[in-house]
């Protein structure tokens, strides 16, 4: 009897190994690899430089063949400028960021003009996923150098994050905040998806655009919320398929088509829908801007629909004599043609009199521009539009009066 339930409790052992195996093997050739930044010497004490660990995780991560995990904890973690270079052998790299801070150097002169702080390049099939992740480029002492009088030695300042010749990323739940430039730019990606972003800099801060996006294909941002000294999305020249839905706007310059005609051969823009967008006290709503000269580039099928304004100074606006500050002012005649733009339910109040102003190239007046169901009123009054160049429909309620 001691003989039998010894041989059946080695059977059933054997049995037990034999499956914890098996399912060690499966787990191990289906699963995850992680990499922690803390495990590589990070330090989230907010003044060791951890700069070369989150390299290390990341070499690590996109060295895998199967899907990694890049792990930022809790914490404070001084970084310097950090390019995460692909091609990855995985597409599926995931950078979590679980309530950490990423802090850049707090003397401005560090970075100077390394152009970028945080950067991807070359890098196919990238997760972001941020619960109160927070960049922090600690931008104001750059901004104030900036805005000193006589002062002319200040460095250009770098990018907080970066996306270069990539694609299929996805950012979601992340906050950058007092960015020494702009914020995020997207340049040369394919299929983008930035979702629950929040971009949060004084109204005062120059060049602090939260998202621009050129020569990029396929991008989408939603419910993200913009407070910044420059546009909140700026959209450059070669963005093809862009679409923009439930975002805020304000402080800033609102969402920007533009700036286009910098350069005789340029890429044009199509195919742009920015729909359910507040903006509030902002320098502009929705907005298309080109420099006065000549140019190859264009802007066509653009909708702007479901927009509330409030007390915006150009609620709608195309400038094609764009000149900031009146400095270096080309003044020519922009090439830039402008076809096919729909503002469809346009609501709210604007801060200036004219309310619409369409400022077209008399070269390449803008054509099929038109506006449906639009009500702008200035200090509860009617407001007034201005048109020069332009040509389009009106139907619906629109008021202001249409001048085209």
């Known amino acids: 009897m001691a003989k039998s339930s010894c041989s059946l409790i080695l059977i059933l052992s054997c049995v037990l190994v034999f499956a914890f195996m098996n399912n060690s093997s499966a787990v191990a050739s289906s699963g995850i690899n992680n990499y922690r930044v803390v495990n590589l010497g990070a330090k989230p004490d907010g003044k060791t430089d951890s700069t070369k660990a989150f390299l290390s995780a990341w070499d690590k991560a996109c060295a895998s063949v199967k899907p990694a995990v890049v792990h930022v904890p809790r914490g404070t973690f001084l970084l310097g400028n950090a390019i995460f270079r692909g091609p990855c052998n995985n597409k599926?790299?995931?950078?979590?960021?679980?309530?950490?801070?990423?802090?850049?150097?707090?003397?401005?002169?560090v970075l100077g003009n390394a152009g970028n702080w945080l950067s991807f390049q070359d890098v196919h099939g990238l997760n972001i996923s941020?619960?109160?992740?927070?960049?922090?480029?600690?931008?104001?002492?750059?901004?104030?150098?900036?805005?000193?009088?006589?002062?002319?030695?200040?460095?250009?300042?770098?990018?907080?994050?970066?996306?270069?010749?990539s694609s299929?990323?996805?950012?979601?739940?992340?906050?950058?905040?007092?960015?020494?430039?702009?914020?995020?730019?997207?340049r040369g990606c394919h299929n983008v998806n930035m979702h629950g972003i929040r971009v949060s800099a004084s109204e005062k801060s120059p060049n602090t655009d939260g998202i621009h996006i050129q020569m990029s294909s396929d991008i989408t941002i939603l419910n993200s919320d913009f407070s910044t000294g420059d546009d909140c999305v700026s959209i450059g020249p070669g963005t093809v398929n862009l679409w923009i839905e439930k975002v805020t706007c304000g402080p800033g310059?609102?969402?920007?088509?533009?700036?286009?005609?910098?350069?005789?051969?340029?890429?044009?823009?199509?195919?742009?829908?920015?729909?359910?967008?507040?903006?509030?006290?902002?320098?502009?709503?929705?907005?298309?801007?080109?420099?006065?000269?000549?140019?190859?580039?264009?802007?066509?099928?653009?909708?702007?629909?479901?927009?509330?304004?409030?007390?915006?100074?150009?609620?709608?606006?195309?400038?094609?004599?764009?000149?900031?500050?009146?400095?270096?002012?080309?003044?020519?005649?922009?090439?830039?043609?402008?076809?096919?733009?729909?503002?469809?339910?346009?609501?709210?109040?604007?801060?200036?009199?004219?309310?619409?102003?369409?400022?077209?190239?008399?070269?390449?007046?803008?054509?099929?521009?038109?506006?449906?169901?639009?009500?702008?009123?200035?200090?509860?009054?009617?407001?007034?539009?201005?048109?020069?160049?332009?040509?389009?429909?009106?139907?619906?309620?629109?008021?202001?009066?249409?001048?085209?």
């Open 253 to 404: 310059h609102g969402i920007s088509v533009g700036s286009l005609g910098w350069e005789m051969q340029e890429p044009g823009v199509q195919n742009v829908t920015v729909k359910t967008a507040t903006f509030k006290n902002t320098l502009n709503g929705v907005r298309i801007k080109s420099w006065s000269r000549p140019s190859t580039g264009f802007a066509r099928h653009i909708l702007f629909q479901h927009a509330v304004m409030v007390d915006v100074k150009n609620p709608i606006i195309i400038d094609q004599n764009y000149c900031p500050n009146n400095k270096d002012c080309p003044r020519q005649v922009s090439g830039i043609e402008i076809t096919d733009v729909t503002y469809q339910d346009i609501q709210g109040t604007s801060a200036t009199e004219v309310a619409v102003n369409f400022d077209c190239s008399s070269k390449n007046p803008c054509t099929g521009i038109r506006l449906e169901d639009v009500k702008l009123t200035y200090q509860n009054q009617p407001s007034e539009a201005s048109c020069s160049h332009a040509d389009g429909t009106a139907a619906g309620i629109v008021q202001p009066t249409s001048c085209l």
């Open 168 to 186: 299929n990323i996805v950012v979601s739940g992340l906050l950058s905040r007092n960015s020494q430039l702009v914020h995020i730019i997207i």
């Open 92 to 109: 599926a790299t995931t950078f979590r960021i679980s309530e950490g801070t990423l802090v850049a150097p707090s003397d401005y002169r």
């Open 130 to 165: 941020s619960s109160n992740g927070i960049l922090d480029g600690q931008g104001t002492g750059l901004w104030d150098c900036k805005a000193s009088p006589g002062k002319s030695n200040c460095p250009t300042g770098a990018i907080s994050l970066g996306f270069v010749n």
